[in-house]
């Protein structure tokens, strides 16, 4: 279920007072009917690639600018061989706005969820302040400069330079950070004394009395007013579970932030939040002066216990091995501004395709989408602060420790996040730097650990679980009790879905002999490994054409036989798997076609060739000893002659279960065009991802196909993608983005040789934005 139609109220993005605020919720923007209203703002923005000192005035012309929705990158650019330079520069983004004239007397704030990478802002000309920092929520209040009978105009200049003096800047970095506002924007207009931020902790969550701890942070214009009072309920699927109330004590003070905390409790067992049942309730938590509702805001939470102990990570009491892959939020020709449904679908990849259980947002904290999406579908989360093994000045470090607080304060009701990341990525030790963001952690959140990602096992333990890269093989022994694998393969084998069958099926094993070292140790919690998706870079790494290719699978998101291992390793109850880590090739081989490695969850399979059976398997056990699903394989070059079309049948406990084939032919048979979704909002920012692939005649990809495909689109949506696209290893993808229209869109895509394919997507119409 979708999280706005799972929370029918909600509060949205929540900040401080000040020009950088303490940290925004993770909720959708939706406006209330009482105490504060959201408006979201993010179409209607004019733009230019360029800055000049007189477009902060209200009064600038920007009828020249291009009319842009957010998320926004700076610039398109190649899925390739592009210079970092190409968006490195100085923007301007204006918005004209309105504001409803019967809330005159709130106070307003612009709540940004994410600008690349500096950002200084203007309300009517006069300057707000700068924001430093690409990967965090911040805000400004608008309330002593706005206009309430008649238009306010707010400019935002972006500096999208990889400044020295921000983090993860200062030095190298093995990812490129793009640039504009790519994440979300909202007005959030409320009284002078309101909800800032709510905490829902639970607790004693496997007992017949479970409880909840609802913090709920007030921030005032003044001293908190006499009389204020908060009321808490517990819902799932629209049900009460439970209520509590509570006076706010008047304290005389003039704190920035005043925590309440309100425990809701004898509301008897609960439904728990695990991998494969993910139940999610919501707390709504009402503000009241007196009779009268002041404020209200919501949260969607979980009710699980997770932590990792000396055997291994445990998830409500039963142990759980880690299997997981790191991922970066970064796209193909958008850089990082792809908007929620394209976040959500990559939660999805990463659970339902690749069977994983944990992913952790390398090198930074990712979208709120992605990680609701991980709420809902039982993925587990390592979040971490921007960072990538550089550590600058103590300016820069302040930056630091203020993310650590930005993440955690945007994202601690995420029941999925088990883990928080208070540690530059493969940096060398720093003791009063990491004392502390560690410090920062553990002062905001007292029910998750703290880890670092680190390279060396040499490092200081400052954290709770020693999180550690470890690129060799074997790996080395765990050296603390709470230990985690964060990072291997990865550079030390990249692999294209264009390369041999011998580097793809290495690729594969590597992984593989990974995770069956990690199963022969409790004490290792379990692995994550580098990576989920190939991903852009610097000139300093990854292959030539600025790609790392170090993912399981391509940066389309299109599997490389290595993720046929990550997939196989799910219960045959789950999806029955069967995935050859090599394409049926007989000459691409040193010496002919000779060693099948094959991923399954079966427990035996038989091979055919031109439909006579060459030989019957069993997973290999002895280079696999501890694999819960060993791979399968064989020497079977010498049943190559006669040479023929390829069956594998897969069985489980004597019941063929599976068939798969591949074609001998090495023909391009079929091509064919998939979307991930057919209906999207016209609201001009949403956007799904359509494959295109070129297969045998059993739907088998064919690596070898590289035509270039026109693309053709009748109706209001934009193609985001090269057009024509030239194929990478029989497949690849474009995207399609709706305009601001409703209607019905049509997309043609024509192969020189195989024909064309048509496919038509139903945009539904959007509300337009009321400021």
């Not at 479970?210 to 007013?225: G, N, R, T």
């Not at 990680?371 to 302040?398: R, S, T």
Request: proline content about 5%; aromatic content about 10%.
């Amino acid at each position: 279920m979708h999280r706005r139609d799972f929370l029918k109220t909600t509060g949205a993005l929540l900040a401080g007072t000040t020009v950088a605020a303490p940290g925004l919720a993770s909720e959708a923007p939706s406006p209330l009917t009482s105490g504060r209203t959201i408006l979201p703002i993010n179409r209607n923005w004019k733009y230019s690639r360029t800055w000049t000192d007189a477009a902060a005035a209200a009064d600038f012309d920007d009828s020249s600018f291009e009319r842009v929705v957010i998320p926004h990158t700076n610039i398109a650019l190649p899925w390739h061989s592009f210079d970092d330079k190409s968006y490195e520069f100085v923007s301007t983004y204006r918005r004209r706005f309105n504001l409803p004239a019967m809330q005159r007397g709130q106070r307003v704030f612009v709540d940004f969820e994410g600008v690349m990478t500096a950002s200084t802002a203007w309300i009517n000309g006069i300057r707000l302040g700068e924001y430093k920092g690409g990967f965090t929520p911040f805000s400004f209040e608008l309330t002593d400069h706005v206009h309430w009978n008649e238009e306010n105009v707010l400019v935002v200049q972006v500096d999208s330079t990889e400044r020295a003096d921000i983090p993860p800047f200062g030095y190298q970095i093995d990812y490129l950070t793009f640039g504009g506002i790519y994440r979300e924007v909202s007005l959030r207009i409320v009284p002078q004394t309101f909800l800032e931020n709510i905490f829902a902790r639970p607790k004693d969550v496997l007992t017949d009395n479970p409880s909840v701890d609802v913090q709920c942070f007030l921030q005032s214009s003044d001293m908190l007013p006499d009389n204020l009072s908060l009321e808490v309920t517990l819902t799932r699927a629209g049900r009460i579970v439970g209520q509590a109330s509570r006076r706010v004590e008047h304290s005389g003070s003039h704190e920035l932030l005043t925590p309440v905390t309100v425990t809701l409790n004898n509301f008897g067992k609960v439904d728990i939040w695990d991998l494969t049942h993910p139940h999610l309730y919501s707390v709504h938590v009402k503000l009241h002066r007196g009779d009268h509702l002041e404020d209200e805001d919501s949260r969607i939470i979980g009710f699980r216990e997770a932590q990792f102990t000396e055997r291994g990570f445990e998830l409500n009491g039963k142990v759980v091995k880690l299997r997981g892959l790191d991922r970066h939020q970064t796209f193909p020709f958008a850089g990082q501004a792809m908007p929620a449904r394209v976040q959500r679908r990559d939660a999805m990849i990463l659970r339902q395709k690749l069977k994983c259980n944990i992913v952790r947002t390398s090198h930074y904290p990712q979208s709120r989408h992605f990680l609701d999406a991980c709420d809902e579908i039982g993925l587990l989360v390592l979040e971490e602060i921007p960072g990538w093994q550089h550590i600058g000045d103590q300016p820069w470090q302040d930056i630091s420790v203020d993310n650590v607080r930005r993440m955690i304060r945007r994202d601690w009701n995420h029941p999925s996040i088990i883990l928080w990341g208070v540690r530059i990525n493969e940096s060398r030790d720093n003791h009063d730097f990491y004392t502390r963001t560690n410090a920062a952690a553990h002062s905001l959140d007292t029910s998750r650990q703290t880890g670092g990602i680190r390279y060396f096992q040499e490092s200081e333990f400052l954290e709770d679980v020693f999180t550690m890269n470890d690129f060799g093989f074997p790996l080395q022994a765990p050296k603390y009790p709470r230990y985690l694998n964060t990072e291997f393969v990865g550079h030390t084998y990249p692999t294209k879905t264009i390369d041999n069958v011998e580097r793809l099926t290495e690729h594969t094993l590597r992984h593989a002999r990974i995770h069956d070292q990690l199963a022969s140790n409790p004490q290792y919690a379990g692995g994550i490994g580098w990576c989920a998706f190939d991903y852009n870079t610097h000139s300093d790494f990854g292959s030539g054409d600025r790609i790392c290719y170090h993912g399981v699978t391509d940066i389309f998101r299109e599997p490389k036989p290595a993720a046929g291992f990550y997939k196989s390793q799910c219960d045959p109850e789950e999806e029955v798997v069967l995935e050859p880590a090599f394409h049926w090739a007989r000459g691409d081989q040193s010496v002919g076609f000779s060693k099948a490695v094959i991923c399954s969850n079966c427990d035996h399979l038989k091979l055919y060739v031109k439909d006579k059976q060459i030989i019957e398997l069993e997973p290999d056990r002895k280079q696999f000893p501890h694999l819960r699903y060993a791979p399968f394989v064989a020497e079977i070059g010498e049943f190559m002659d006669p040479w023929g079309d390829l069956r594998i049948e897969g069985y489980i406990q004597g019941k063929k279960v599976i068939s798969k084939s591949y074609s001998s032919k090495g023909i391009d048979e079929k091509f064919t065009v998939i979307s991930d979704d057919l209906s999207l909002v016209a609201d001009g920012a949403d956007t799904t991802r359509v494959v295109l692939a070129v297969t045998d005649e059993y739907g088998a990809i064919c690596p070898f196909s590289c035509d270039a495909i026109t693309l053709e689109v009748d109706g209001p949506a934009d193609i985001i993608g090269d057009n024509p696209f030239a194929l990478v290893g029989g497949t690849g993808a474009i995207w399609i983005r709706a305009r601001e229209q409703a209607g019905t869109v049509n997309l043609r895509a024509t192969h020189p040789f195989l024909g064309k394919q048509e496919i038509h997507f139903s945009l539904a119409a959007c509300p337009p934005e009321t400021a």
